[in-house]
């Protein structure tokens, strides 16, 4: 069987013993436990598309249906450069792995596994993608070190004459990519000269990254997965945002009657429209509308407070 997919980094989990049940034993308390605490790992590292560019998050697995075989991005670690493996190679090897499995097993094989359900095989299919709080960008960072120079990760970059390379342990503007998901769920990449990465063929009937693309075509479009608990974590921080826009109202008699020191403890509010202030609330800039409408009301009291005195 293909084992568990290790990162850099990754703690392995220690064996805690439990308390004994009822019947002294211990066993069907640990059971249950070990039982619900495997099925909730499988599906944190479930691999799933995203449905939005938010949700990118995390190790990603990109691959492209190309003709007559599928390919996927991956990293060489002794070379330190980005390879196209072929996933049908990777299929093959995994049934050879498979061979003592049981005979429905065997005779299913890798046959029934369709273009959208495969899954990396490999820790070098994997890249870790980050990204800075509020950008639409993101970095695409190997999931293996590599064997060559400092011996660290590196990030995948594209230069201005469209070379797509991994070489560098920084991320800079070269290094940021765009994802732009489409409807029918596939991926492109563009890159910060406005240039979509895409599968191109060189010499000798090979395959290379190109990001020279100035439209997205086929061979522009991807298919990316990620793990599901990255995926959940985009949409539960996507819902909390949701919430907090959401509590944020307008209550301008309560900010006036903290922040007045004036009006013998009533609250006075402006009479003009609060379309301005559903404006500046959409905007961002809510308080300081706020401040300026009890300001012309100061103003206001000002200019009252000393035409009572002249005509007193």
Known sequence: ??????????????KRKHADDEDGSGEGSSRRRRKRDGSADEDDETWVRPDNPLEIRGPTFIFHPSDPSPVCVAFDATRGRIVLTQLDKDKEKVKEEEEGAAADEEEKGEAGVGLLDRTPTDVAQVWVVTRVAGSPTINLRSGVASAAGSGESKFLSCDAHGLVSAFREARGPQEEWTPVIFPDGMVAFQNVYEKYMGVDEVA??????RGDAEEVGFNERFYIKVQSKYKREAGEEERKKKEGEAKKKIDE????????AWGAGRSITSNADKVELKKARKEGHLSEAL???????????????QCRAQRG
């Open 291 to 305: 401040l300026d409408r009890r300001a012309k009301l100061k103003r206001r009291a000002f200019l009252s407070a």
């Open 1 to 14: 069987m293909p084992t568990k997919l290790k990162f850099k980094g990754d703690k392995s989990k220690k």
């Open 253 to 260: 008699a309560g900010t006036n009657h903290i922040y007045q």
């Open 204 to 209: 000798g009937g090979a395959l290379a990254l």
